[in-house]
């Protein structure tokens, strides 16, 4: 039976997107969190935070200045454990995860001109870990876990699909995964994918992806996701779930609160926009 966490979730206070949070913490917020938790919701409190590692990962092997304090790893851990990392497991002294460590030390061995039998390494590493990423996300045991990172997926390759074709890319290259989404938006040529049928707000998340205003739209997108949480969680009270949805906004406000608008401006222009949520496909629908 999931554990409740009656008090703890009595005492968070609320959360509004559109209030000033000045001096907002939301990896204090975790660190409070993280005590309270049984071991098994520890573990998929990891895997949730677990996104954030992946960035960090990417960033320090491109050599990239940028970290982002949400990950379960501190900047010297990541950098003492990419270090570390050995040609195989039982060589390797890292606190990183087993899919992590597979999936860098295959790529690694790739670029020795060896072969991993267990691991697809025909696509680039970003793609290999963010695939990786996903798996554990869809094999782990919390349902808002599953749930919220499949809607993840799905935005993100919605995204990069439209993003691809605008710009005449290869578009299969830029996506992760392989199912029925991920296929339409590889091989359709219909401006909707394909994909009326199987995504209902396909044509309002293709619209909203032309807004020319990169931070409004990213704000509407923000907006999006901060409504998803909250549906997944529709007849969830006192459980895990309560906890994830609550930090999953936590982590929208903490994003907004690092950028002031000129940085906002510069970093907006490149991210791939993410995006479903019912109120923005009722307005993008009345329109039509």
């Not at 554990?3 to 000045?22: F, Q, R």
């Not at 970003?126 to 499949?150: D, G, K, P, T």
């Not at 990213?218 to 007849?235: G, M, N, S």
Request: with cysteine.
């Amino acid at each position: 039976m999931a554990k409740e966490y009656y008090s703890l979730v009595a005492g968070l206070e609320e959360l509004i997107l559109e209030a000033d949070h000045k001096g907002f913490d939301a990896v204090a917020l975790r660190e409070e969190i993280i005590p309270e938790l049984s071991k098994g919701d520890l573990r998929a409190l990891r895997t949730f935070y677990a996104f954030y590692d992946v960035e960090n990962v990417l960033a320090a092997l491109s050599g990239k200045q940028t970290f982002n304090p949400l990950g379960n790893y501190s900047a010297e851990q990541l950098s003492e454990a990419l270090e570390a990392l050995g040609p195989s497991q039982n060589d390797s002294d890292t606190v990183l995860p087993d899919w992590m460590v597979l999936t860098l030390q295959a790529y690694k061995a790739k670029e020795e001109g060896k072969t991993d039998e267990e691991i697809d390494t025909s696509k680039n590493l970003e793609n290999a870990l963010w695939n990786a990423f996903y798996e554990q996300c869809a094999a782990s045991s919390n349902r808002f876990v599953r749930e919220w990172f499949a809607f993840d997926k799905t935005l993100r390759n919605i995204s990069a699909a439209y993003i691809a074709r605008s710009r005449k890319w290869p578009v299969t290259e830029q996506l992760v995964g392989e199912d029925d989404v991920v296929k339409a938006l590889g091989q359709s040529s219909a401006a909707d994918f394909g994909l009326r049928g199987e995504v209902d707000y396909i044509e309002s998340v293709i619209a909203l992806l032309d807004t020319p205003n990169m931070l409004e739209k990213e704000q509407r997108l923000d907006q999006i996701r901060w409504t998803k949480a909250e549906e997944l969680t529709t007849f969830d009270y006192f459980n895990l779930n309560t906890l994830l949805a609550y930090l999953a906004k936590a982590n929208i406000i903490q994003r907004w609160t690092m950028l002031d608008r000129k940085q906002g401006e510069a970093m907006l222009k490149n991210l791939l926009a993410e995006l479903s949520d019912k109120s923005i496909l009722q307005r993008a629908e009345a329109q039509q």
